[in-house]
């Protein structure tokens, strides 16, 4: 397997190839259970759930349609597996109407079809359904942002005032979020590794010590189950 400095530029690497892509899926099962799990609230298990087995094929979509433009790919990869649980469960509970459907022998690699399909899936939602949702994401991440000892007005306090500043917050959250060891002990222990951020992109500790609740904010909601707010994160 080649040496990659990230995973977006790996997956970008190894689309086409089979054995790749395959070693690639099954890295990051665990990822994509918990995906699964994060949405559908409950326990699951391989060779069991059909959500598990719709997620794999969602991930391989994720990884044949990524383009390093669409910004991180596990962001891409979790938007895309849950758009498919979406229209999974629409169509469990739609088999006696006749639905529109894309037939699963028929290969078409036509981009902006995929893009149609998947943007179908957002659209079962209204507009007040997505209002709600978004209340109820706002409420999770403030609880989750809370032990870390960080309010929402802290986050704002961080906020980038100058250009030079954001660049440098987003090339910090782009490191983090692509490398899941840093993401882990941020998850896991619920620290900032400030040292590692800094040696690894030769970027001066006060910066990063200043812009930490911002960072930890963005890094928590693009790792997260926060598909309606993650859309307001402009970090790329």
């Given amino acids: 397997m080649g040496e990659y400095h990230s995973l977006n530029e790996r997956v970008i690497h190894i689309k086409n190839n089979t054995e790749e892509v395959n070693r690639l899926i099954e890295e990051y099962k665990p990822f994509i259970a918990s995906t699964v799990e994060s949405h559908v609230a409950r326990y699951v298990e391989y060779g069991i759930d059909d959500e598990l087995s719709i997620a794999l094929i969602a991930f391989h979509e994720a990884i044949k349609k990524y383009d390093i433009k669409k910004g991180n790919f596990l962001s891409f990869a979790r938007i895309t597996i849950k ?10 509970q739609r088999k006696n ?3 529109v459907y894309i037939e699963p022998n028929k290969q078409d690699d036509d981009d902006e079809l995929v893009d149609i399909y998947v943007s179908e899936s957002v659209k ?4 007040s359904q997505i209002s709600h949702l978004r209340r109820l994401e706002l409420q999770e991440i403030k609880k989750e942002l809370a032990l870390w000892g960080i309010s929402f007005p802290d986050v704002a306090k961080s906020s980038p005032k100058q250009k030079g500043t954001r660049n440098t917050y987003i090339k910090a959250i782009h490191y983090i979020m692509n490398n899941p060891e840093i993401l882990n002990i941020i998850k896991k222990k619920k620290y900032l590794p400030i040292g590692k951020i800094t040696a690894a992109l030769k970027i001066p500790r006060k910066r990063i010590e200043r812009g930490r609740n911002y960072i930890v904010a963005a890094v928590l909601i693009l790792s997260g189950d926060y598909q309606f707010i993650n859309e307001y994160i402009k970090w790329r």
Avoid: A
Avoid at 83 to 91: F, M, P, T
Avoid at 124 to 127: I, V
């Fill in 83 to 92: 758009h498919r649980l979406i229209d999974y469960y629409r169509k469990e």
């Fill in 97 to 99: 109407e006749s639905v």
């Fill in 124 to 127: 079962e939602y209204t507009e």
